[in-house]
Structure formats: C-alpha cells, structure tokens
Nanobody, 124 residues
Framework: QVQLVETGGGLAQAGDSLRLSCAAS????????MAWFRQAPGNERALVAA????????YYRDSVKVRFTISRDNAKNTVYLQMNSLKPEDTAVYLC?????????????????WGQGTQVTVSS
C-alpha cells in the first residue's frame, strides 16, 4: 500500500506562485510514477502533470504548460508541483497520485493510489 500526503496549498493572488509537495511512503519511491490531478467544484478530476518513475518523462495539460513544473526528489520520496503565474481558473483541490511503474521511463495513464488533496484558491 502506498500512502500520499500533500502539502503546500493555500490562498494566492493571480500571478503568484505556489509549490505543492507530496510525500510518499509504503513502497520504494523510485518504483512509482507520480502525477498531480485537480478537481474544481462541478468539474471532473483532471490530470495536470505527470512524471515517470525515473523522472525522464513528463506530461502537462495544455492549460498549465510553461507555468507549472513537476519534479521529483527520489532521495526525499517527494514529488513537487511548482505553479507560477497562477490564474483564478487554477482554483481547485489538487491531488497527488501514484502508480507502480511498469516502465520506469514512461508516464502512466492510470493511477491506483491517491492523496487526500490540498486546496488551492487563486483570487483575481
């Protein structure tokens, strides 16, 4: 079983930056592909960014490309989401997700382990 704990959410103004962190435990972190999803009220959960177990591959949804950066520190068992130039439409609960990697260099399409989420609210 994999446990995920997110930190770093909060209130921000448009144009500000926030960094989310997700600490993983329960399995060697280097075996996990990681991702950040978000869910706004009334909307479906959406993939924001993903990173392979080795860190060699990343994915971003179009609306966050250039502004957001996903990274991982395998020594700290932590994945990060650096969010710059925040917009009100980035307001959502952000959830960390993990999947046992079948290919260490590939982003995964499905995630079986989820954190509780952290709220990010961006005001205009």
């Amino acid at each position: 079983q994999v446990q995920l704990v997110e930190t770093g959410g909060g209130l921000a103004q448009a144009g500000d930056s926030l960094r989310l962190s997700c600490a993983a435990s329960g399995r060697p972190f280097r075996t996990l592909a990681m991702a950040w999803f978000r869910q706004a009220p009334g909307n479906e959960r959406a993939l924001v960014a993903a990173i392979s177990a080795t860190g060699s591959s990343t994915y971003y949804r179009d609306s966050v490309k250039v502004r957001f950066t996903i990274s991982r520190d395998n020594a700290k068992n932590t994945v990060y989401l650096q969010m710059n130039s925040l917009k009100p439409e980035d307001t959502a609960v952000y959830l960390c997700a993990a999947q046992i990697a079948t290919n260490g260099g590939a982003v995964q399409a499905r995630y079986d382990y989820w954190g509780q989420g952290t709220q990010v609210t961006v005001s205009s």
